[in-house]
Nanobody, 124 residues
Framework: QVQLVESGGGLVQAGGSLRLSCAAT????????MGWFRQAPGKDRVFVAA????????YYTDYEKGRFTISRDNAKNTVYLQMNSLKPEDTAVYYC?????????????????WGQGTQVTVSS
């Protein structure tokens, strides 16, 4: 089992950057595919990015590609989401999640563990 705690959210102006972190407890962090999701008020939780166990493969939606970068440090049990060129429509609660599945899990039900979320607000 793994527990996840996100940090790094906050208020930023449009065009700015934020770096989210997700710290995991447990000794098996490197055995999980890690993902980031976001949920805007009144909307479903949607996939943002995922990274393979070794960090060798990363996956994004077209919306985030080129602006967001997911990375992980297995020695520190931490996954990151660097977000650049932020837009007001990026405003949401961002969740870190861990999946036992290989490949490119992108659905909420493909992830087994979730953090509590961190708020990102982008002002125009």
């Amino acid at each position: 089992q793994v527990q996840l705690v996100e940090s790094g959210g906050g208020l930023v102006q449009a065009g700015g950057s934020l770096r989210l972190s997700c710290a995991a407890t447990g000794r098996t962090f490197s055995s999980y595919t890690m993902g980031w999701f976001r949920q805007a008020p009144g909307k479903d939780r949607v996939f943002v990015a995922a990274i393979a166990r070794s960090g060798g493969n990363t996956y994004y939606t077209d919306y985030e590609k080129g602006r967001f970068t997911i990375s992980r440090d297995n020695a520190k049990n931490t996954v990151y989401l660097q977000m650049n060129s932020l837009k007001p429509e990026d405003t949401a609660v961002y969740y870190c999640a861990a999946s036992n599945r290989l490949g490119r899990p992108s659905r909420v039900d493909e992830y087994d563990y979730w953090g509590q979320g961190t708020q990102v607000t982008v002002s125009s």
